[in-house]
């Protein structure tokens, strides 16, 4: 009886986390799409939302490696997760920063918390494959 519970909730879980990465996505789409006219598309904020809840599911909640002698050397996977999460969850704060203050920040900026984004999904969704091969 505990399993399929354990089981459901861990999947009510991993659907939120990949909810929350959707919403993080939707306000870096509004954010770059607004400053970037070639952007605003409604593919490029299904895109970003697309992005956002893949590398949440995925790179938020990775397995670990077992604390020992033998696994004593740094967890990739774990250390892109963090990472990952850290830089996506930052750059979607700048926009919703943004987007709430109606500030007009220096292209530069924009294309910043772009790259930003990009690269913290891409780091969560390549933890999350690392972490899922090595099972």
Known sequence: MRY?????????ERVGLAM????????IGAFVGSAIPQL??????LLMMLLGG??????IDTPQ???????????????LSSAGTLFATGTAFVSVAVIVLRLDPHMAWTWLVFIGWLA????QIIAG????MRK
């Open 65 to 79: 490696m077992p604390f020992d002698d033998a696994h004593s050397h740094i967890d990739a996977a774990e250390f």
């Open 20 to 27: 929350a990465g959707a919403a993080c996505g939707l306000f």
């Open 120 to 123: 913290g999904v891409a780091m």
């Open 40 to 45: 605003t598309t409604q593919g490029f904020l």
């Open 129 to 132: 494959a690392k972490a899922r």
């Open 54 to 59: 893949i590398g949440f599911y995925l790179g």
């Open 4 to 12: 399929p519970v354990r089981k459901t909730a861990h999947i009510f």
